[in-house]
């Protein structure tokens, strides 16, 4: 009888220990999937940086042509639309999109002074850390074209859906992701369609198969291809380039 104790009782602890490394290593597993601050930070960073296809690039390809040639030679209130393909290779980006605007002038007394745009993107992006199949598409209200003024001023919202791979020390995971970035007055300097100033609200959805992380920031916009972010208490520089 004590014999069958014993081993009644070894069995139980075995099996218990067996229940609590399984735990563990579901808990480890869920660590080391985890989308983190950092991992919302680059997701952000590439959904604004020229080089990775994000905002910047519409931003400041639409600013060029609509201060060059748009607000001159567009009729008012007519539906235009055109497309393209941004392609970029760089250093430690790359990017591919196929890139689509439909936009429509907005007058008073036959003088532009606004434009409605919409746009639609979708392609691939990689960085040294993190690959992505995307799509974006953007609700844009742009003002200043008169030529007394000497600043473009972008209102509306971005929105960018995609899955990503993030490879780092030889381990890569998958997740997906939605970005939202909501800009508040931002301002294009027309000498050189640089955005100046302004702000964005941002939220990020994470998810790595296993549950959804939420992450939101406002950006600042300080000039010369740069903005800063924060999040959660801490600052982090964004490279607009």
Not at 92 to 99: E, L, R
Not at 112 to 123: Q, R, T
Not at 134 to 144: C, M, Q, T, V, Y
Not at 154 to 161: A, E, V
Request: charged residues 15%; proline residues 2%; glycine residues 6%.
């Amino acid at each position: 009888m004590t014999i069958t104790k014993t081993s009644s009782f070894a069995l139980i602890l075995l099996a218990s220990l067996a229940f609590t490394n399984c735990e563990k290593s579901e808990d480890d597993d869920q660590i080391s999937k985890k989308v983190s601050e950092d991992d919302a930070v680059e997701l952000i960073e590439n959904s604004v940086d020229q080089s990775t296809g994000g905002m910047n690039e519409t931003i400041e390809s639409y600013s060029e042509i609509l201060i060059t040639d748009f607000a001159i030679n567009d009729s008012c209130s007519r539906e235009y639309d055109t497309s393209y393909t941004y392609i970029y290779s760089g250093p430690i980006s790359s990017a591919s999109y196929t890139v689509n605007w439909a936009y429509s002038l907005k007058c008073t007394f036959g003088i532009p002074d606004s434009v409605d745009l919409k746009v639609e993107n979708a392609g691939t992006h990689s960085t040294n850390r993190m690959s992505s199949i995307d799509s974006s598409s953007a609700e844009l209200i742009i003002a200043g074209l008169r030529p007394t003024a000497s600043h473009l001023t972008f209102n509306g919202n971005l929105n960018r859906k995609g899955s990503q791979t993030i490879s780092v020390n030889n381990n890569s995971r998958n997740i997906s992701s939605t970005i939202n970035i909501s800009l508040n007055s931002v301002m294009v300097d027309k000498s050189d369609s640089e955005i100046s100033s302004g702000t964005a609200d941002i939220s990020v959805i994470a998810n790595n198969g296993i549950q959804n992380y939420t992450y939101n920031g406002i950006l600042s916009f300080l000039g010369n291809g740069l903005a800063s972010l924060s999040m959660n208490g801490n600052t982090y520089p964004i490279n607009l380039k």
